[in-house]
């Protein structure tokens, strides 16, 4: 595709569902991440991805919030048992590379409000 | 305190003047990025730099690695320049460090 597509752009949950979010990047880009971004804050890092490897997750912030990224495209963000505290924007972004010194391309976000 | 600092946290101008919004950082960092964010969350990434100034448009970027901070000036504000800018920083080979944003707004 074009760019890095996300879906849903918008979810809205009750405390406790579980919810999946998906990252599409841009075709052939090896590295993608996850972050999140609180009303008002700049993004945080959550999770990285080389191809399907999952290199570096220690932003995840609790043991609720699983990513994966079985053949290495798409990407899935997974928060069981969500909590108001998980109300934010998810980000992905995806570069061609296996390092940052090449633009990211980010998606345009998911949010994600718990009730 | 966070490793990424920006300010002002919040610029309101008229349209024509020269703005500046600056980044500090305490981490090593091998590159800083200069991200633009609309409302409705899409982000764009306007420079990375590791050294010296880069220009594009009425948008430049300088970095000073040793005094670790970073300028965007914008030249001839517009309107259409109303955005979030966001200061990251890339630690390692791989993971970005971002600054809480800059919200800028140009009244005409």
């Known amino acids: 595709g074009a760019g890095v597509s996300q879906s849903p752009r918008y979810k809205v949950a009750k405390r406790g569902q579980d919810v999946a979010l998906r990252c599409d990047p841009i075709s052939g880009h090896v590295s993608l991440f996850w972050y999140q971004q609180a009303l008002g804050q700049g993004p945080e890092f959550l999770t990285y991805f080389q191809n399907e490897a999952q290199l570096d997750k220690s932003g995840l912030p609790s043991d609720r919030f699983f990513a994966e990224r079985p053949e290495g495209s798409v990407s899935t963000l997974k928060i069981q048992r969500t909590q108001q505290e998980d109300s934010a924007v998810y980000l992905c972004?995806?570069?061609?590379?296996?390092?940052?010194?090449?633009?990211?391309?980010f998606g345009p976000g998911t949010r994600l409000t718990v009730l | 305190k966070n490793e990424v600092e920006q300010s002002p946290q919040n610029l309101t101008a008229q349209e024509g003047e020269f703005i500046t919004i600056n980044c500090s950082y305490s981490?090593?960092?091998?590159?800083l990025h200069w991200l633009q964010q609309h409302p409705g969350g899409g982000i764009v990434s306007l420079f990375m730099?590791?050294?010296g100034k880069k220009k594009h448009g009425r948008l430049i970027a300088t970095i000073n690695i040793q005094e670790k901070h970073s300028s965007l000036h914008i030249t001839a504000s517009h309107p259409r320049d109303s955005a979030v800018y966001i200061c990251a920083v890339i630690q390692g080979a791989q993971k970005l460090v971002f600054g809480q944003g800059t919200r800028l707004t140009i009244n005409p």
């Open positions: 730099l590791s050294s």
């Open positions: 972004a995806s570069y061609a590379g296996r390092n940052s010194y090449n633009e990211q391309f």
């Open positions: 981490v090593g960092i091998s590159a």
